[in-house]
Structure formats: structure tokens, C-alpha cells
């Protein structure tokens, strides 16, 4: 089983920046890692996948603007968001997806003020 704890959630003004992380248990060297957020009224949405082969995927709504990242060696996954809106507002999780399981984190909460 893994455990993921994210971190690095806040209060930014628009334009700004924040770098979330994620921090596993267990190795994630297998495991496609991604990362999802929830808006208040709205369902889970993707937000970025990096997978186990290497290759990494960005929604258009976030393209340009975030950057997923993994350090399989640290057993970490971060998302670098710049630029945040306040359409960016919502609770952020972390994801572990594989044959072995689908594993969430608790979520941080990202708020940009306009």
C-alpha cells in the first residue's frame, strides 16, 4: 500500500506562483503519478500526469503554465504552478495509479485571490 502526503498549498495573488509536493511512502519508480484537483460544486479533474516510462502530460486549461516532476529516488512528485488564476482555486490531490492499485492523497488547498 502506499501513503502520499501533499504540501505546499496556500494563499497566492493572481500571477503568482506555488511549487506543491508530493511526498510517497513507498517507491513510485512504477507507478504513473499524477496530479488532480477539485473545485468547490465541481468534480476531480486532471491536472497533470508524469508516467513511470518518463512521459509527462498537461491539461490545455494548465499547458505553459505548470509543470509536473518526479524524483523517483526521493520518492517525490511536485507540480510546479506559475502564473496561477483564480480559476486555479481548489483542493489539489496527489495520485498513484498502477496494476499494484489507485492510491490519493488528503489534498491541499490552493487559493488565488484576484
Known amino acids: 500500500q502506499v501513503q502520499l502526503v501533499e504540501s505546499g498549498g496556500g494563499l497566492v495573488q493572481a500571477g503568482g506562483s506555488l511549487r506543491l509536493s508530493c511526498a510517497s511512502s513507498?517507491?513510485?519508480?512504477?507507478?504513473?503519478m499524477g496530479w488532480y484537483r477539485q473545485a468547490p460544486g465541481n468534480q476531480r479533474e486532471l491536472v497533470a500526469t508524469?508516467?513511470?516510462?518518463?512521459?509527462?502530460v498537461h491539461v490545455d486549461s494548465v499547458k505553459g503554465r505548470f509543470t509536473i516532476s518526479r524524483d523517483n529516488a526521493k520518492k517525490m512528485v511536485y507540480l510546479q504552478m506559475n502564473s496561477l488564476k483564480p480559476e486555479d482555486t481548489a483542493v489539489y490531490f496527489c495520485?498513484?495509479?498502477?496494476?499494484?492499485?489507485?492510491?490519493w492523497g488528503q489534498g491541499t488547498q490552493v487559493t488565488v485571490s484576484s
Open positions: 495520485n498513484a495509479k498502477g496494476s499494484n492499485g489507485n492510491y
Open positions: 513507498g517507491s513510485i519508480f512504477v507507478w504513473n
Open positions: 508524469s508516467f513511470s516510462s518518463g512521459r509527462v
